[in-house]
Nanobody, 124 residues
């Protein structure tokens, strides 16, 4: 099973993008999916997570109110990250990742399956 992330691109400050993440196999199930990002020269950091039911969502403080994570289990278990009011500091490669752990937090080692990353550049 592979995770396929897409939707990145170049956007001006204040603009919006929607990232998508879906597994290569429709029957793949997971406890939770998260988005992480990594800017050049920086460590990978947690952005948002959502559980299978969509009943539990978590965000890093700097994206609260601007980013929205959602999922659609009828469309190949796709998870989305809607990003509004983007800022230059949001520029990074964004990765989606899944975990089978029933208890999970926001650290990368807790997520076992990773997508290839999609680049988001916020610049005027």
């Amino acid at each position: 099973v592979q995770l396929q992330a897409c939707g990145g691109g170049l956007v001006q400050p204040g603009g919006s993008l929607r990232l998508s993440c879906q597994p290569s196999e429709r029957t793949f199930s997971w406890v939770a999916t998260a988005w992480f990002r990594q800017a050049p020269g920086k460590e990978r950091e947690f952005v948002a997570s959502i559980n299978w039911r969509g009943s539990s969502k978590n965000y890093r403080n700097s994206v609260k109110g601007r980013f929205t994570i959602s999922r659609n289990n009828t469309i190949k278990n796709t998870v989305y990250l809607r990003m509004d009011n983007l800022k230059p500091e949001d520029t990074a490669v964004y990765f989606c990742a899944t975990t089978q752990r029933l208890r999970y937090g926001d650290s990368p080692p807790e997520f076992s399956l990773w997508g290839q990353g999609t680049l988001v550049t916020v610049s005027s």
